[in-house]
């Protein structure tokens, strides 16, 4: 009878209980290998959002004071492009911009972006008024009733200074960011949607009370309002429904 009892101290253990052993070492050192790339691809990949932090631009351009802060831009070909205001850590910027509604201004701040929606934090008594001098802006207008599903975040972080910036994950600094002004923002879930938008009051004033929802998933009816460059959804409270 062939004994494969091995003890340690014998030069060499047998022959066809080595070769079991090499086999099973082989298949753990490739699991260990495998298993870490199979787990970091498929993990889902952080969002595209950018946040210049430490890096400071100067901005000119044209001041949106409501239903939210924002700075329309132009360059010598017409082009135009918003970018909304919010103030340093999680403040909004409604008292950084507070009289300058159509004031052609220039300021300094960082930028934030993702998907092409853009933002800017003001840094703190940046902005000084132009020779330009103010200028009406646009009326909102409506574009017509949306029934979408989505998610409520705090703008600031979504768009790229937190990654995440939206879920169950995110929801306790989001709930901060929003009850310190920053603007609420739906971002929808489903296919043919408008994109992301801000959230007002069905009076078009900044909408109070989106912490309570923030990073769970909502179903809303609302109304898709515009201004010039800028998008926002009016909705009512009771237009607000947890799916999730």
């Known amino acids: 009878?062939?004994?494969?009892?091995?003890?340690?101290?014998?030069?060499?253990?047998?022959?066809r209980l080595a070769m079991r052993i090499r086999r099973v070492a082989a298949g753990l050192v490739a699991l260990a290998l495998v298993l870490p790339a199979v787990l970091v691809l498929s993990e889902d990949r952080?969002?595209?959002?950018?946040?210049?932090?430490?890096h400071t631009r100067t901005f000119s351009g044209r001041i949106v004071e409501s239903p939210y802060p924002a700075l329309i831009t132009g360059d010598v070909t017409g082009t135009k492009r918003a970018y909304w205001l919010v103030g340093p850590g999680k403040h909004g910027a409604e008292d950084i911009v507070r009289g300058r509604d159509g004031q052609s201004v220039q300021l300094q701040g960082t930028l934030i972006e993702r998907d092409g929606d853009s933002m800017i934090e003001v840094a703190a008594d940046s902005v000084l008024p132009s020779t330009t001098g103010a200028t009406d802006i646009e009326p909102l207008r409506s574009l017509g009733v949306v029934v979408v599903a989505g998610e409520i975040v705090d703008s600031k972080c979504h768009l790229g200074v937190m990654k995440p910036g939206e879920g169950p994950t995110h929801r306790d600094c989001a709930v901060r960011c929003l009850l310190g002004r920053i603007p609420p923002m739906?971002?929808?879930?489903?296919?043919?949607?408008?994109?992301?938008?801000?959230?007002?009051?069905?009076?078009?004033?900044?909408?109070?009370?989106?912490?309570?929802?923030?990073g769970r998933r909502v179903s809303?009816?609302?109304?898709?309002?515009?201004?010039?460059?800028?998008?926002?959804?009016?909705?009512?409270?009771?237009?607000?429904?947890?799916?999730?």
């Open 46 to 54: 952080f969002a595209p959002g950018v946040f210049e932090y430490g």
């Open 186 to 214: 739906f971002v929808p879930h489903n296919p043919g949607n408008p994109g992301r938008v801000s959230l007002v009051t069905d009076a078009a004033q900044p909408f109070v009370g989106a912490d309570v929802f923030a």
């Open 220 to 244: 809303i009816r609302g109304e898709i309002l515009q201004r010039g460059l800028l998008k926002f959804l009016a909705v009512s409270q009771q237009d607000i429904r947890l799916v999730d």
């Open 1 to 15: 009878m062939n004994d494969e009892f091995y003890v340690g101290y014998e030069p060499a253990m047998p022959a």
